[in-house]
């Protein structure tokens, strides 16, 4: 195992790109993070693996044939030009059945335990039971559950040599389907990946983590991280899309407060991206999504927590609170939140189908060990002072909130999440209500298992303003002058035959909504990807300028674009 500097790493990875050689294996002590990391990826004969899958499945040399000569030695890897070629092989032969094949056997000859084929008891446990939402239901080829960065760094060599489709999935909270699953390809599930390190000033998160999780670990050790808000999402996903906080207001997106990511490139290169080391791949993680890698670790900045914050849930039953219930809205995103941001404030419209009810769910957060609100959540609380006593509201542990806000979620049901950004205004909130409950209510509001929600999340200059000074992110959000609304709308049923009717409702209400959001000159174009539906591109949103680095980022790390084309889900860069 040889040390290299930051220097000569660069040097090495950079001629790996362009001859398709590299060193071994290696170790670099970053200044970023703590002590001495791998990098690289671990020695195994990839060419033999593939060469033993080709020959029981009778269809030798199929990938084989087209390497290089001395691809399985120590010390190679592959090159764009090698892949150039086997593209043009799997077009002109075999469909993705036999590539996928190919991998399936691989992977299994050399992780037996960790590869679960169609038909047997892993493949069943681990593949529909990981995902939130029915939509998203498929039949991989096989299921891959890694328990290691060098796992996955094995895996994506055969993936790319095989040329199969492939997903990752981490906490398969997404409703779209082929987002975090494949048909016919390799699934790769990441929850083998466990643990959550406390070192200092930080916590070393493994990507196979659920947010649960690592809240009670940082709990335990009276600390707090920016993270989901709901236990039950998984940690990648979240927070390679931005990600919202209870503590954003103050610190920004959770992904501005990430300090390092491991990453497995898709040449099965293990890395870490962060301010002092491939700085340009750390900022387009942050909101750049799967494009890039699988990355394997998340570590994220902690602050003292010791004695607690105030914070619950509030319930509003009578719509007679609805006027109210805007204008506390409406003065917390313009005025509240910015004259406090130790604050957050989550305002839900909820209708329940099985009980015929209209309510209000309002989560109250306030980074205080005392149980006051203060004067930017003073109104919200003195809407129903019944409502208030019987809330939830408390002085509690930090990760405590999200485990409550989580313990109502289901995994199973029909789910559709989407969402749009207007600049905040009181009048086009009521407004957007009203489209939405005078459309989805009457038509759907009986049917079984109906709950429909639309919500209302602010994203402050102040905000903004904590994720420029940690260097940037990918979201385009720089140079905003006032509080942008982020209007979410979440549903859910029960029969796969409402489907089409339910979501040509939603497709109705989005459109009335943003005309009406442009109407006011209120419209924003950002689409905050963890909540975007399919077609809405929120990538493309965060502006040229982003999008164009980007694009650069991906061209450098993936130059074979192998998740561009390989990976079927997920919202992709424009333009490659």
């Not at 489209?435 to 999340?457: C, E, L, R, V, Y």
Request: with cysteine.
């Amino acid at each position: 195992m040889v040390r290299l500097s930051t220097i000569a790493l660069g040097l090495v990875y950079g001629l790996s790109n362009v001859l398709g050689v590299v060193a071994d294996t290696a170790t670099l002590t970053d200044p970023a993070i703590d002590g001495a990391v791998n990098v690289g990826f671990p020695t195994v004969n990839i060419t033999a693996v593939l060469a033993e899958a080709e020959n029981e499945l009778g269809v030798n040399g199929t990938v084989t044939d087209n390497l290089p000569a001395d691809y399985g030695a120590p010390g190679t890897t592959i090159s764009a030009r090698d892949l150039e070629k086997l593209q043009e092989l799997r077009k002109r032969t075999f469909g993705n059945t036999v590539f996928g094949a190919i991998a399936c056997l691989s992977l299994k000859i050399l992780f037996p335990s960790k590869t679960a084929a169609v038909g047997s008891s892993n493949y069943a446990q681990w593949n529909n039971p990981s995902f939130w939402s029915s939509t998203t239901y498929m039949t991989p080829m096989c299921v891959f559950r890694p328990v290691s960065a060098d796992d996955i760094s094995c895996a994506m060599r055969i993936i790319a040599l095989s040329q199969t489709d492939f997903n990752v999935v981490g906490g398969g909270h997404s409703a779209i389907k082929g987002w975090a699953n494949a048909e016919d390809g390799v699934l790769i599930i990441l929850s083998g990946l466990t643990g959550v390190k406390i070192k200092s000033g930080y916590a070393e998160v493994s990507t196979g983590e659920r947010w649960g999780n690592v809240f009670t670990a940082l709990d335990q050790n009276k600390l707090m991280a920016l993270g989901g808000r709901m236990s039950t999402v998984g940690v990648p996903g979240l927070v390679l899309g931005g990600g919202i906080s209870y503590l954003s207001n103050n610190w920004g997106f959770v992904a501005d407060q990430v300090k390092n990511f491991e990453v497995v490139l898709a040449n099965g290169w293990v890395v870490n991206a962060n301010a002092g080391a491939n700085a340009d791949l750390f900022r387009a993680l942050k909101g750049g999504s799967s494009n890039f890698g699988i990355v394997t670790r998340v570590d994220l900045y902690t602050w003292p927590c010791t004695k607690g914050v105030y914070s619950g849930q509030l319930y509003f039953a009578d719509t007679r609170d609805y006027p109210k219930m805007f204008d506390a809205v409406y003065n917390y995103h313009t005025v509240g939140a910015l004259q406090d941001t130790q604050t957050h404030l989550i305002s839900a419209f909820v209708y329940v189908g099985a009980l015929g009810m209209h309510m209000g769910a309002f989560t109250a957060f306030r980074n205080v060990s005392v149980p006051d609100g203060g004067p930017a959540l003073k109104e919200v609380l003195e809407i129903n002072p019944a409502v208030t006593n019987s809330s939830t509201l408390q002085v509690r542990p930090y990760g405590t909130q999200a485990i409550e806000l989580g313990s109502g979620d289901m995994n199973g049901l029909r789910q559709d999440m989407r969402d749009f950004s207007v600049y905040a205004d009181k009048e086009l909130y009521k407004e957007l209500f009203q489209i939405w409950n005078t459309t989805m209510i009457p038509k759907h509001g009986s049917k079984t298992g109906f709950m429909g929600t639309i919500a209302f999340q602010p994203i402050t200059i102040k905000a903004v303003a904590a994720g420029v000074a940690r260097g940037g992110n990918s979201l385009g959000l720089e140079g905003n002058t006032k509080t942008m609304g982020i209007i979410n709308l979440t549903h859910q049923w029960a029969d796969p035959s409402h489907d089409a009717a339910i979501l040509a409702s939603l497709d109705e209400i989005m459109t009335a909504s943003i005309a009406r959001a442009k109407a006011r000159n209120a419209y924003h174009p950002y689409f905050y990807l963890n909540y975007a539906r399919k077609q809405d591109n929120p990538i493309g949103s965060y502006g040229t300028a982003s999008v164009n680095r980007l694009k650069i980022v991906s061209k450098y790390y993936d130059p074979c674009g192998i998740f561009q084309d390989r990976v079927p889900g997920g919202f992709k860069i424009p333009g490659l």
